[in-house]
C-alpha cells in the first residue's frame, strides 16, 4: 500500500522558495512527518496572521496528516472559496481525499487537474496514486511513467510505481497469472536492486507455484543483515514444509529460533517463534508444540499468531470445535484476516459444519477477492455435495472356474447439506465353466444419507433383487441401513444392519440364502501415528446357520507422502453349522497376516495405491497355510468433473467356497459431477 503522505509533498520547494523565515520551523517538521507538531506551529502561527495562505495550506496538510482528513478537506474547501482556481490549494484539496481513503472521490478531481495542468509534477503522480488505490495498475501506470519524464529519476515517483507493481503483481498472483505476476516483481529491482518487498513477494509467489528451489534462493538473497537472515530461515523453513520435507523444515527452524533470542528483536522472535511451533506441529511433535505454546502464552496475550498456532494445533490433533474458537478470537480483533476466516471455515469443515464453513470461506473472499485458496475450498466443499453418477464394472474369476461379470450404476443427489438421496442399479451375472451353471442377480434399490448432528449421520437403502437360474427366478427385498457417528475425539463407529442374497456364484444364487447382518465397524485414531480397526458381524441366513465374524487391524502410519501404512491383521470366522459341500463353513477359521499399504500422486491429476498383505491361515484343526493377497489400482481425473479409477486385486485366504481358494478381480470405476456446483449452491452462496 501506498504511503499517502509522501506522494504528492504539497509543492514544499515552491513553498520554500516564497517562504518566510518564521515559517521555516512548520516546513521542517512537516516534511519529518511531525505532523502533530507541525499543526500546534502553525496554529500558532496563524493566530498572529490568520490571513496566510502559506500557513493556512501548510495548517490544513498538518490537520489531515495527524489524523483528521475529513476535517482538513473542510479547510481547502474554505480556501477554495476565498481563493478559486488556486492550484496550491486545490492539490492539497484533492490529496486530502487520498489521507481519508476516499479514491474514487478523488479519481475525477484529479482528472480535472491533470487536464488543466498536463505538465505539473504533483497533479500527475497525484492522479497514478489514485488510480494506484483504486486497483485500476494499468492506467496508473502510464501517468507514473508521465510524471516520471516530467521528472526524470525522481524517487517518490519511482516509488510510487514500485508499489504500484507491487499492487499490480499480487492481483496478477491472485489470478493464478503467475507469470506475468512474477515479470512485474522483477521489474522493481530495476530501479530498486534486492528490494526486500520485491523479494519477499516474489518468494511467495514461489511457494504459492510450489516452486520450493526457487522460493529458497529469494530467501536466501533476502539474508543480507542479521535480522533479515532470520527472516530468510523462516521462509526457507516454510518452504521445506511445502516442499514435503518437514524434517528439514524443523531443523532450519530450530536454527532460526537460536538465532532470534541471541539477537533480541522483539517482532523477529515473534515470527520465529510462530514458525517453530509451526513445524513441530508439521512434525507431529504436538507435546512438545504444546508446551511451546502455553510458555508463550505467559510472555504474549491476545496476540493473533498465538491464536492461530492453537488453533492449528487443534486441527491436527482432531479438536477442530478448539481452533472455531481460537479463530474466532483472531477475528474479534480483526475481522479483516485471512488466517481468521479462511482458518475458521477449515475448522468448520473438519467439526462438519457445512454451512457455517461455506459462509466463512464466502466472507473470506468478500474481503480477499478471488483469493485462490478460499476459491479451492468452496471447490472442495461443492464436490462433496455435487450430484454425482457412479459406474463400476468388475470381472471376477477363481480357481473353482467360476467366472462374474458385474456392473453397479449409482446416482447420487444431495438436496442439502444435510439430506442427500440416492438411486442404484446393480446386475451381476455368473457361470461356471465345468458345470454349465449360469445366474444373474438385477438389483434395484433407492435410498437416502441424513446427517441429524455434525458427524452423525443415518444412511438407509431399500430394494428388491430378482435372482435368475435357468428358467426359474424369485425376487428377495433387500436392505442396508447404518449409523455413522464419531462419539469421541480421532474415532469413528459404524453401526449396521444388511439384508443380502448370497450371490457369489451360480450354485449359491440358486439356493436362495438369504443373509441377515448386524454388525459394527470401530476405527480408533491417535496423534501418533497408531491406529486400529475392528469389524464384527453377526449373520443369521435362511438355511437357519449362524455366522460370526471378527476382522481386527493394528496399524502404523509410516510415512505421510507417500502415504504408507503397515500393519497386522486377525481374522476369525466361526459357522454354527458346518455344510461344505454347499460352501466354506468352518466351525472355526483364523487367518493372521502383515501387510503394507501405499498411496501416492504421480501428478497432481494422477494417483496410484498398492497394497499386500500375506500371513497364515488355519481352517478347523488343518495344518496352517500361507496366504497372500494384493491389489494395485490408478485413478486419473481427466477434468474437474470426471475421474476413473483401474483396478486388480488377488486373494488366496479362504471365502465362501473353500480353503485353498484363488480369487481375481479386475475392475473400473467411473465418476462423474453431472452438475457443475450443488443444486443448493445458489441459495448457501447469497
Not at 509543492?11 to 512537516?30: D, E, K, V
Not at 506475468?180 to 530498486?192: M, P
Not at 488466517?339 to 459462509?359: H, M, Q, S, T
Given at each position: 500500500m501506498?504511503?499517502?503522505?509522501?506522494?504528492?509533498?504539497?509543492?514544499?520547494?515552491?513553498?520554500?522558495?516564497?517562504?518566510?523565515s518564521?515559517l521555516?520551523p512548520?516546513f521542517t517538521?512537516?516534511e519529518k512527518?511531525d505532523?502533530?507538531?507541525?499543526?500546534?506551529?502553525?496554529e500558532?502561527?496563524?493566530?498572529?496572521?490568520?490571513?496566510n495562505?502559506?500557513?493556512?495550506i501548510?495548517?490544513g496538510?498538518?490537520?489531515?496528516?495527524?489524523?483528521?482528513?475529513e476535517?482538513?478537506?473542510?479547510?481547502?474547501?474554505?480556501?477554495?472559496?476565498?481563493y478559486?482556481?488556486?492550484?496550491?490549494?486545490?492539490?492539497n484539496y484533492?490529496?486530502?481525499?487520498?489521507?481519508?481513503k476516499?479514491?474514487?472521490e478523488?479519481e475525477?478531481l484529479?482528472?480535472?487537474?491533470?487536464?488543466?495542468y498536463?505538465?505539473?509534477?504533483?497533479?500527475?503522480l497525484?492522479?497514478?496514486n489514485?488510480l494506484?488505490?483504486?486497483k485500476?495498475?494499468?492506467?496508473?501506470?502510464?501517468?507514473?511513467?508521465?510524471?516520471?519524464?516530467?521528472?526524470?529519476?525522481?524517487?517518490?515517483?519511482?516509488t510510487?510505481?514500485k508499489?504500484?507493481?507491487?499492487?499490480?503483481?499480487?492481483?496478477?498472483?491472485?489470478?493464478q497469472?503467475?507469470?506475468k505476476?512474477?515479470?512485474?516483481?522483477?521489474?522493481?529491482?530495476?530501479?530498486f536492486?534486492e528490494?526486500?518487498?520485491?523479494?519477499?513477494?516474489l518468494?511467495?509467489?514461489?511457494?504459492i507455484?510450489?516452486?520450493?528451489?526457487d522460493?529458497k534462493?529469494?530467501?536466501?538473497?533476502?539474508?543480507?543483515?542479521?535480522?533479515?537472515s532470520i527472516?530468510?530461515?523462516n521462509?526457507?523453513?516454510?518452504a521445506e514444509h511445502i516442499?514435503?520435507n518437514d524434517k528439514?523444515?524443523?531443523?532450519?527452524?530450530?536454527?532460526?529460533k537460536?538465532?532470534?533470542?541471541?539477537?533480541?528483536?522483539a517482532?523477529?522472535k515473534?515470527?520465529t517463534?510462530?514458525?517453530?511451533?509451526?513445524a513441530?506441529?508439521w512434525?507431529?511433535?504436538?507435546?512438545?508444540a504444546k508446551?511451546?505454546?502455553?510458555?508463550?502464552?505467559t510472555?504474549?496475550?491476545?496476540q493473533?499468531?498465538?491464536y492461530?498456532l492453537k488453533a492449528?494445533?487443534g486441527?491436527?490433533?482432531?479438536?477442530?470445535?478448539?481452533?472455531?474458537?481460537?479463530?474466532d478470537?483472531?477475528?474479534?480483533n480483526?475481522?479483516?484476516?485471512?488466517?481468521g476466516?479462511?482458518?475458521?471455515?477449515?475448522?468448520?469443515?473438519?467439526?462438519?459444519?457445512?454451512?457455517?464453513?461455506?459462509?466463512?470461506?464466502?466472507?473470506?473472499?468478500?474481503v480477499?477477492?478471488?483469493?485462490?485458496d478460499?476459491?479451492?475450498f468452496?471447490?472442495?466443499l461443492?464436490v462433496s455435495?455435487?450430484?454425482?453418477l457412479?459406474e463400476?464394472?468388475a470381472?471376477t474369476f477363481?480357481?473353482?472356474n467360476?467366472?462374474?461379470?458385474?456392473?453397479?450404476?449409482?446416482?447420487?443427489?444431495?438436496?442439502?447439506t444435510?439430506?442427500?438421496?440416492?438411486?442404484a442399479?446393480?446386475?451381476?451375472?455368473?457361470?461356471?465353466?465345468?458345470t454349465d451353471?449360469?445366474a444373474?442377480?438385477?438389483?434395484?434399490?433407492a435410498?437416502?444419507?441424513?446427517?441429524?448432528?455434525p458427524k452423525?449421520?443415518?444412511?438407509?437403502?431399500?430394494?428388491?433383487n430378482?435372482s435368475?437360474?435357468?428358467?426359474?427366478?424369485?425376487?428377495?427385498?433387500?436392505?442396508?441401513?447404518?449409523?455413522l457417528l464419531?462419539?469421541?475425539?480421532?474415532?469413528?463407529?459404524e453401526?449396521?444392519?444388511?439384508?443380502?442374497?448370497q450371490?457369489?456364484n451360480?450354485?449359491?444364487?440358486?439356493?436362495e440364502?438369504?443373509?441377515n447382518?448386524?454388525g459394527?465397524n470401530?476405527n480408533l485414531?491417535?496423534?501418533?501415528?497408531l491406529?486400529?480397526?475392528t469389524?464384527?458381524i453377526h449373520?443369521?441366513q435362511?438355511?437357519?446357520n449362524?455366522?460370526?465374524?471378527?476382522?481386527?487391524s493394528?496399524?502404523?502410519n509410516l510415512?505421510?507422502?507417500?502415504?504408507?501404512?503397515?500393519?497386522?491383521n486377525?481374522q476369525?470366522?466361526?459357522?454354527?453349522?458346518?455344510?461344505?459341500?454347499i460352501y466354506?463353513?468352518?466351525?472355526k477359521?483364523?487367518a493372521v497376516?502383515?501387510f503394507?499399504?501405499l498411496?501416492?500422486?504421480?501428478?497432481k491429476?494422477?494417483?496410484?495405491?498398492?497394497s499386500?498383505?500375506t500371513?497364515?491361515?488355519?481352517v478347523?484343526?488343518?495344518?496352517?497355510t500361507?496366504?497372500f493377497?494384493a491389489e494395485?489400482?490408478?485413478?486419473?481425473?481427466?477434468?474437474?468433473r470426471?475421474?476413473?479409477?483401474?483396478?486388480?486385486?488377488?486373494?488366496?485366504?479362504?471365502?465362501?467356497?473353500?480353503?485353498?481358494?484363488?480369487?481375481?478381480?479386475?475392475?473400473?470405476?467411473?465418476?462423474w459431477?453431472?452438475t457443475?456446483?450443488?443444486?443448493?449452491?445458489?441459495?448457501?452462496?447469497?
Amino acid at each position: 500500500m501506498l504511503k499517502l503522505n509522501t506522494l504528492c509533498l504539497f509543492l514544499l520547494l515552491s513553498f520554500y522558495g516564497m517562504a518566510q523565515s518564521p515559517l521555516q520551523p512548520g516546513f521542517t517538521l512537516l516534511e519529518k512527518g511531525d505532523f502533530e507538531q507541525a499543526e500546534t506551529f502553525f496554529e500558532g502561527y496563524l493566530a498572529d496572521d490568520p490571513k496566510n495562505k502559506t500557513a493556512l495550506i501548510c495548517y490544513g496538510r498538518a490537520v489531515g496528516l495527524s489524523g483528521e482528513p475529513e476535517k482538513a478537506t473542510g479547510m481547502f474547501s474554505s480556501l477554495l472559496e476565498e481563493y478559486p482556481g488556486d492550484f496550491e490549494i486545490q492539490i492539497n484539496y484533492n490529496e486530502s481525499f487520498l489521507w481519508d481513503k476516499k479514491f474514487q472521490e478523488a479519481e475525477p478531481l484529479y482528472a480535472q487537474l491533470v487536464k488543466e495542468y498536463p505538465e505539473n509534477f504533483g497533479a500527475v503522480l497525484g492522479y497514478a496514486n489514485t488510480l494506484s488505490n483504486l486497483k485500476k495498475y494499468e492506467k496508473a501506470l502510464e501517468w507514473v511513467e508521465r510524471a516520471l519524464i516530467i521528472q526524470p529519476g525522481n524517487l517518490s515517483a519511482k516509488t510510487s510505481r514500485k508499489y504500484m507493481r507491487l499492487g499490480y503483481a499480487n492481483a496478477y498472483v491472485n489470478a493464478q497469472n503467475y507469470k506475468k505476476g512474477e515479470t512485474l516483481l522483477k521489474e522493481i529491482f530495476i530501479d530498486f536492486p534486492e528490494d526486500r518487498d520485491a523479494l519477499l513477494n516474489l518468494a511467495n509467489l514461489y511457494l504459492i507455484t510450489k516452486e520450493v528451489d526457487d522460493a529458497k534462493a529469494i530467501y536466501k538473497r533476502l539474508a543480507t543483515s542479521e535480522k533479515d537472515s532470520i527472516t530468510s530461515l523462516n521462509g526457507i523453513a516454510l518452504a521445506e514444509h511445502i516442499g514435503e520435507n518437514d524434517k528439514q523444515a524443523l531443523i532450519v527452524a530450530t536454527s532460526a529460533k537460536e538465532k532470534a533470542d541471541a539477537l533480541g528483536d522483539a517482532t523477529i522472535k515473534e515470527q520465529t517463534y510462530d514458525r517453530y511451533v509451526q513445524a513441530l506441529i508439521w512434525n507431529r511433535k504436538y507435546i512438545k508444540a504444546k508446551t511451546e505454546i502455553a510458555e508463550l502464552e505467559t510472555q504474549y496475550t491476545n496476540q493473533n499468531w498465538l491464536y492461530a498456532l492453537k488453533a492449528m494445533l487443534g486441527l491436527y490433533t482432531g479438536s477442530p470445535k478448539k481452533s472455531v474458537v481460537n479463530y474466532d478470537a483472531i477475528l474479534k480483533n480483526d475481522s479483516a484476516s485471512f488466517d481468521g476466516n479462511l482458518g475458521k471455515a477449515n475448522a468448520l469443515f473438519a467439526a462438519d459444519r457445512i454451512v457455517p464453513a461455506y459462509n466463512a470461506a464466502f466472507g473470506t473472499l468478500k474481503v480477499f477477492k478471488d483469493q485462490k485458496d478460499a476459491i479451492s475450498f468452496i471447490d472442495k466443499l461443492n464436490v462433496s455435495f455435487t450430484p454425482t453418477l457412479d459406474e463400476h464394472l468388475a470381472y471376477t474369476f477363481d480357481n473353482g472356474n467360476n467366472v462374474a461379470f458385474s456392473t453397479n450404476t449409482t446416482a447420487t443427489v444431495p438436496l442439502s447439506t444435510k439430506f442427500s438421496t440416492n438411486l442404484a442399479y446393480y446386475y451381476r451375472t455368473t457361470e461356471n465353466t465345468i458345470t454349465d451353471n449360469k445366474a444373474s442377480s438385477h438389483v434395484l434399490s433407492a435410498g437416502f444419507d441424513y446427517k441429524f448432528l455434525p458427524k452423525t449421520t443415518f444412511k438407509a437403502v431399500v430394494g428388491l433383487n430378482k435372482s435368475s437360474f435357468g428358467a426359474e427366478s424369485y425376487t428377495q427385498p433387500v436392505i442396508d441401513t447404518k449409523l455413522l457417528l464419531q462419539p469421541f475425539k480421532l474415532q469413528n463407529l459404524e453401526l449396521g444392519y444388511k439384508r443380502e442374497i448370497q450371490s457369489f456364484n451360480a450354485d449359491l444364487i440358486e439356493r436362495e440364502i438369504i443373509m441377515n447382518n448386524f454388525g459394527f465397524n470401530y476405527n480408533l485414531g491417535t496423534n501418533f501415528n497408531l491406529g486400529w480397526y475392528t469389524q464384527a458381524i453377526h449373520t443369521t441366513q435362511s438355511d437357519n446357520n449362524t455366522r460370526n465374524l471378527l476382522f481386527t487391524s493394528l496399524y502404523y502410519n509410516l510415512m505421510r507422502k507417500p502415504a504408507l501404512k503397515v500393519g497386522l491383521n486377525y481374522q476369525y470366522l466361526s459357522f454354527a453349522e458346518q455344510v461344505p459341500t454347499i460352501y466354506f463353513s468352518p466351525e472355526k477359521y483364523q487367518a493372521v497376516e502383515i501387510f503394507a499399504d501405499l498411496r501416492g500422486d504421480f501428478s497432481k491429476n494422477t494417483q496410484y495405491m498398492m497394497s499386500a498383505a500375506t500371513g497364515l491361515q488355519q481352517v478347523e484343526d488343518d495344518p496352517n497355510t500361507v496366504i497372500f493377497r494384493a491389489e494395485t489400482g490408478i485413478t486419473h481425473k481427466f477434468s474437474k468433473r470426471f475421474s476413473g479409477n483401474l483396478y486388480g486385486k488377488y486373494s488366496n485366504i479362504a471365502s465362501a467356497t473353500a480353503a485353498g481358494f484363488e480369487y481375481t478381480e479386475i475392475g473400473l470405476k467411473l465418476k462423474w459431477l453431472i452438475t457443475k456446483k450443488p443444486l443448493f449452491y445458489k441459495k448457501i452462496a447469497k
